[in-house]
């Protein structure tokens, strides 16, 4: 059976337009990469995973992920903590910043999380996860999504246990990372398990891991009966990816086309983080666009080493001319900074980006 990617499906009365969703990624999924991925095919992008004990505190660094533009919906923004109440308070602030979608965290392996309580730990405590599933849904007003792993150790089966519980609570969809939280990332994403999970609930099920191609999204789909696929590491530096899966675009872009992207990406996120921190947060980025056989090892090299963004900018459009006219047109499409729904709470300074 072939799915086809570009159907349109629904989390409650939220319609997602593909069936790919942009995965949430700590230190990767900015604005600017939300919004790529919105144009580059997929239906539903969510923001990397922010803390509601730093919301609570209003803190400046975490209100700054709460910053939506008007091109990247629907958006799911993801939230992680261990206590409901805090949550749900949590759910409520995302839900004015713009969320369409209050996703939870179940799935974060890393011990700066899971040693509060937080992230797969909460795997392990069900009674718990449900409370939080619950205190959120009823806070948020609109469609809350779960995104969790299969359970902490290797083997583990957990997530079926706890998946249509967390589904009785109110979840209006879940999402399944297959792994173990002690995988890490190694080994393989067991979609067998979504294939259960799928039979157990009623909501759509979202499968996440390894999808990094049309045809293996197509053969997620069919074998498992998700809703959608997730691509996150796939989508590094690469949104033609995206558009491979969803739509069969193939062929690797031009270094023109490469460079005009990386142009873009990089000033959207100075406007987002400020030159400082941006300038630090993209050095990965250059590896990311500039790799696979795009351009020389040297070239990519030389770029971390620049001092400031704008000498990147002016190093690429040297080495690839044809990009200015191509960033011209992406720029010209974008909406205007001036509409982002800035909540009053923020502090002044992350509007100035800084
Ligand atoms: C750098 C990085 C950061 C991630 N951060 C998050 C996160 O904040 N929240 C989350 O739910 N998953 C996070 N993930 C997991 C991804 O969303 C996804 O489930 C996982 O990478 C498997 O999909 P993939 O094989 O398509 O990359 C992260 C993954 C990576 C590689």
Redesign the pocket.
Known sequence: MQVDLRESWWIRDVEIPSRLVL???????VQAFRRQGRRYGAGLV?S??VSCAGLEHRNERTLGYLRVARDEHPLAI?I?GSEPAVMADAARMVVAAGADIV?I?F??PVRKVTKTGAGATLLEDPDRACAIVDAVATAAGVPVSV?MRRGLENGSRVCLEIGPRLVDAGAATL?L?P?SARQM?TGE?DHSLTAELVELVDVPVIA?????SRARAQSVLATTGAAAV???????GNPWALSEIVNGDAGEPSRDDVAAELIVFVRETVRELGERRASGFLKKFYGWYLGRGRFPRPFKQELVQLESTEEVVTRLLAASPGAAELVERLEAELPDPADEILLDSMPISIYGGG
């Open positions: 995965a949430p990624m700590a230190g990767v999924s969510c990397e995973m993801q992680f996703d965290n799935g974060c995104k999402t990372h792994r990332y994403a996440s891991g390894d999808v990094t997730m691509v996150g590491r796939a989508a590094q």
